[in-house]
């Protein structure tokens, strides 16, 4: 099948279904399948809209740690589905709930504070399972600071995990001196320039390889091509390409200060590239380039073909003469502790708390 007769099938299923399905996307998916989606929006946005679809069948576009989300949030009814169920997360995988129970363990005999576990949302539902038993809440990194304010104000230290660079850039915006921050390595290893006993954040030092690549050669060769380029970059960068940057923000946020910029702006953008080429698509009256072409392989697993598949399976499921491809369900040990900590997150974000 050509990709054209590929998407006049997926748009008559779609028209089939009606009100049964809902096809979220993350930013990051390609273009063809945000055409076809209901909705698009960073891993926050959509965690909190799938949970107000009332849709039977999701089909999540995005990966499989989102997907596993809007399956928590998810009614009792709900199906969620993920076209290819091997978009996976390297960030994600670099934590397990014994290395979380082992370093826990560590922190907290080293730290004269309690520590709270605060997970960003790039995590499987163990990891969200594991703060909400203690707790603790789930952040992205449009709220990364309002939730360990929320935890500091309490005079509570923290346990920030997976990504190092989103826990060190929130750090650096609140002003947290070096002294007071500890990077946990993968061994138990507690590396501090002060008195850890005294630390206030404790940063897991895993990465995302999509975000950690832009280098400091990068902004300066934008910044030579072009005199008037604002950078702008997400905080799973480094450090110092954080600072090099005129700003930094969460995907929603980008894309917002892209749009709302004045016609003729020149930007070059540091994340995922999909999003980026999107976004020269959507803004043509600006110039809008990658800051270093880096794509998101697990994010481009979810194909045209794949998801004809996954809502063919519906149609099937919902006929009675097929089983789902490919459903996503978390684990029952985990579901309640996991909802428990998604919850808090939007709790504090609302203001609810
Ligand atoms: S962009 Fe990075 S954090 Fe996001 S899904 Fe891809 S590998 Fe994971």
């Not at 997970?119 to 600071?145: I, L, P, Q």
């Not at 850890?196 to 999509?210: I, P, R, S, T």
Request: positive net charge.
């Amino acid at each position: 099948m050509t990709e054209k007769e590929i998407t006049e099938k997926i748009i008559d299923l779609k028209n089939q279904l009606k009100d049964k399905i809902t096809i979220p996307a993350h930013h990051y998916q390609n273009i063809e399948i945000v055409k076809l989606s209901d909705f698009i929006g960073d891993s926050y946005k959509l965690a909190v809209e799938s949970s107000k679809t009332s849709a039977k069948y999701i089909i999540f576009c995005g990966v499989r740690f989102m997907a596993e989300s809007a399956s928590i949030l998810a009614k009792d009814y709900q199906k969620v589905l993920i076209p290819n169920v091997q978009a996976g997360c390297p960030m994600a995988d670099m934590i397990d709930l014994k290395i979380a129970n082992k370093v826990y363990e560590i922190m907290s005999n080293a730290c004269e504070n309690k520590i709270i576990p605060v997970v960003y949302m790039n995590s499987y539902a163990d990891m969200k399972s594991f703060c909400g038993e203690k707790d603790g809440s789930v952040c992205t990194s449009s709220n990364a600071k309002t939730i360990l304010e929320y935890y500091f104000k309490q005079g509570h230290s923290v346990f920030f995990f997976p990504d190092y660079h989103l826990g060190k850039n929130t750090s650096n915006l609140m002003g947290i001196p070096q002294q007071q921050i500890v990077k946990v390595k993968k061994d138990g290893t507690l590396e501090c320039t002060g008195d850890v006993k005294k630390a206030k954040l404790f940063l897991w030092d895993g990465f995302c390889h999509v975000h950690q690549t832009f280098t400091e050669g990068d902004i300066k060769l934008v910044k030579e091509k072009y005199s008037n380029i604002k950078i702008i970059v997400h905080p799973e960068c480094k450090e110092s390409i954080v600072k090099l940057s005129d700003m930094s923000g969460s995907t929603e946020q980008i894309y917002k200060i892209i749009k709302e910029s004045p016609a003729g702006t020149t930007w070059a953008v540091g994340t995922e590239a999909n999003f980026i080429y999107r976004m020269s698509k959507d803004f043509r009256d600006k110039v809008i380039i990658p800051l270093r072409v880096s794509p998101c392989m697990n994010m481009e697993k979810i194909t045209l073909s794949l998801l004809y598949q996954s809502l063919q399976s519906v149609m099937d499921y919902d006929n009675n003469s097929g089983s789902l491809k490919y459903e996503i369900s978390v684990a029952q040990e985990y579901k309640i502790n996991a909802h428990k900590s998604l919850q808090k997150m939007i709790d504090i974000v609302s203001g609810k708390i």
